[in-house]
């Protein structure tokens, strides 16, 4: 049973930077394609950024295009998402998940707990 577990989370002002990661356990990801989603409360759970099994193909929302990076490392069964020129609009609880490709949360199997991301203004 593979576990996903975030890090990276917290508090940051407008315009500035934060890393999130993703660690996995139980189990190799390497096989599998891997996201980031994001929710606020009272909200469904938004695809935020997704990558191949291999990291060869990435795929982002339109919102966070150009300012987030997904990236991935096998060897460490690690993933994550460098998030640039934050804004208050992205305050909301980040989940990594492992499963398939695309951007509908059924296409994964995994999830982390979250993390939370506040933007302050």
Same mark, same amino acid.
């Given at each position: 049973q593979v576990q996903l577990v975030e890090?990276?989370?917290?508090?940051?002002?407008?315009? =500035?930077?934060? +890393?999130?990661?993703? %660690?996995?356990?139980g189990g190799a990801i390497g096989n599998y394609g891997m996201a980031w989603f994001r929710q606020v409360? =009272?909200?469904? +759970?938004?695809?935020? %950024?997704?990558?191949?099994?291999?990291?060869?193909y990435t795929s982002y929302a339109n919102s966070v295009k150009g300012r987030f990076?997904?990236?991935?490392?096998n060897a460490k069964n690690t993933m994550w998402l460098q998030m640039n020129?934050?804004?208050?609009?992205?305050?909301?609880?980040?989940?990594c998940a492992l499963g398939s490709t695309g951007s509908?949360?059924?296409a994964y199997e995994y999830w982390g707990q979250g993390t939370q991301v506040t933007v302050s203004s």
């Amino acid at each position: 049973q593979v576990q996903l577990v975030e890090s990276g989370g917290g508090l940051v002002q407008a315009g =500035g930077s934060l +890393r999130l990661s993703c %660690a996995a356990s139980g189990g190799a990801i390497g096989n599998y394609g891997m996201a980031w989603f994001r929710q606020v409360p =009272g909200k469904d +759970r938004e695809f935020v %950024a997704g990558i191949t099994w291999s990291g060869s193909y990435t795929s982002y929302a339109n919102s966070v295009k150009g300012r987030f990076t997904i990236s991935r490392d096998n060897a460490k069964n690690t993933m994550w998402l460098q998030m640039n020129s934050l804004n208050s609009e992205d305050t909301a609880v980040y989940y990594c998940a492992l499963g398939s490709t695309g951007s509908g949360p059924s296409a994964y199997e995994y999830w982390g707990q979250g993390t939370q991301v506040t933007v302050s203004s």
